[in-house]
């Protein structure tokens, strides 16, 4: 991959996919998909298209992530902790309108999203994922640079409220 030109986020979820199936069989070990993660979460748009399917997909890679994966995702730094930050916000804001509507199973499905986050940003640089989260904290309140990130989706106060306690929850963990 690294030949060629980033790929695309639609590239990066299919890409992706491949993999967590050949690693879920066996076919490919985690030092090698943690080299290949490693190249994809270098763009944008890769570590988009790697996180949607890595977070939200039934692959079980997310909630027993091996160790040189973990090495590789720190490494990456900025990117990954943003992303990751920004899913943690949006999942949580999705469990809570699944819940409303009653929709429990995907409620139940962006919960799952949210503790992968939370546990992933556990893993990523402590300083870097405490600055992250400060920001997104700070526009729960309606200050600072992810203001217009929320206001973007929609979300309402209650929503707003959820975000500050998961972003909280990660602080305190």
């Known amino acids: 991959m690294s030949d060629t030109a980033a790929p695309s986020f639609q590239q990066a979820m299919e890409i992706t996919a491949q993999w967590l199936g050949l690693w879920e069989q ?10 290949r993660v490693s190249e994809l979460v270098a763009s944008r748009d890769g570590a988009r298209g790697f996180f949607v399917i890595s977070l939200a997909g039934d692959s079980p890679l997310m909630d027993r992530l091996p160790d040189p994966l973990q090495v590789q995702l720190r490494a990456a730094g900025d990117g990954v902790v943003d992303l990751t930050c920004r899913n943690l916000a949006m999942s949580t804001a999705m469990a809570l309108h699944h819940q409303r509507c009653g929709d429990a199973e995907q409620q139940g ?3 799952r999203v949210t503790q992968r986050c939370h546990d992933l940003l556990q893993l990523l640089e402590p300083e870097d994922v405490k600055a992250r989260l400060e920001v997104l904290l700070d ?3 309606g200050e600072g640079d992810d203001v217009e990130f929320l206001a973007r989706w929609g979300y309402d106060d209650e929503q707003k409220a959820a975000i500050a306690a998961a972003v909280l929850g990660v602080a305190s963990a």
């Open 109 to 111: 499905k962006s919960e």
């Open 26 to 35: 066996g076919e490919l070990s985690d030092e090698v998909l943690a080299d």
């Open 139 to 141: 526009a729960t309140r």
